[in-house]
């Protein structure tokens, strides 16, 4: 089954310094990757999805970026941290067709101070 | 855009007792899928129940049933016997076009020893 990597679990970051949050995925092959973020007590928005290494979709207008190098490597990187930009971020998988559940990793809490 | 929406912020039921989350949704799609995810504590997102959209039978997982009404777009969850451990965030979900999930902003559910 798949496995999903990501780190670190805890970040604190000054405002205006850049970010890179890295997920890694093992047990599948071309999955569709997606970063969310959870605002504390609140649901999950989808930032970005990449249905390919080198294929990034936008959900929502923000100081953040994302890519793919490789195709089990999602990255989410920011230039300049807001304030705004804290919240848990969480990596998720779907390895095959639709209707299958997300994998999600174990997140990543930002704080930006 | 197409939400997902759960009224109920906050539950709470008594140890042995059955809860009901209640979950509507909007979608344009006629085929589609509809998950409950579970977060505990531990912040981390786990599956909790699955429905296929073009199935009229209601998925069941243990202790665990929904109720799909599709012309509705409702999609409750039932827990039976609750139990401490149950005690967590619930989301409902909705699958999209790139098998990404939107997802409704949540229910906290407190179970009373």
């Known amino acids: 089954s798949q496995t999903i990597h990501q780190w670190p679990a805890t970040l604190v970051q000054p405002v205006g310094s850049p970010l890179s949050l890295e997920c890694t995925v093992e047990g599948t092959s071309n999955p569709n990757l997606y970063w969310y973020r959870q605002a504390a007590g609140r649901g999950l928005q989808l930032l970005f999805y990449?249905?390919?290494?080198?294929?990034i979709s936008s959900e929502v207008p923000q100081n953040l970026s994302a890519s793919r190098p490789q195709d089990r490597q999602f990255i989410l990187s920011s230039k300049k941290l807001l304030l705004s930009d804290s919240g848990f971020y969480l990596c998720?998988?779907?390895?095959?067709?639709?209707?299958?559940?997300?994998?999600f990793g174990s997140g990543t809490q930002l704080s930006v101070l | 855009a197409q939400t997902v929406t759960q009224s109920q912020p906050e539950m709470s039921v008594q140890e042995a007792e059955t809860v009901t989350l209640s979950c509507t949704y909007d979608?344009?799609?006629?085929?589609?899928?509809l998950f409950w995810y579970k977060q505990p504590p531990s912040r981390q997102m786990i599956l909790v129940i699955r429905q296929e959209a073009y199935k009229q039978q209601n998925a069941t997982e243990n202790r665990f049933s929904v109720n799909f009404q599709k012309a509705a777009k409702s999609f409750s969850l039932k827990i039976s016997d609750s139990q401490l451990g149950d005690a967590a965030m619930y989301f409902c979900a909705r699958s999209g076009s790139a098998r990404q999930l939107t997802f409704g902003s949540g229910t906290q559910l407190t179970v009373l020893p």
């Open positions: 998720a998988c779907n390895p095959g067709h639709v209707g299958e559940k997300l994998f």
């Open positions: 990449s249905v390919g290494i080198g294929q």
């Open positions: 979608t344009s799609e006629s085929d589609y899928y």
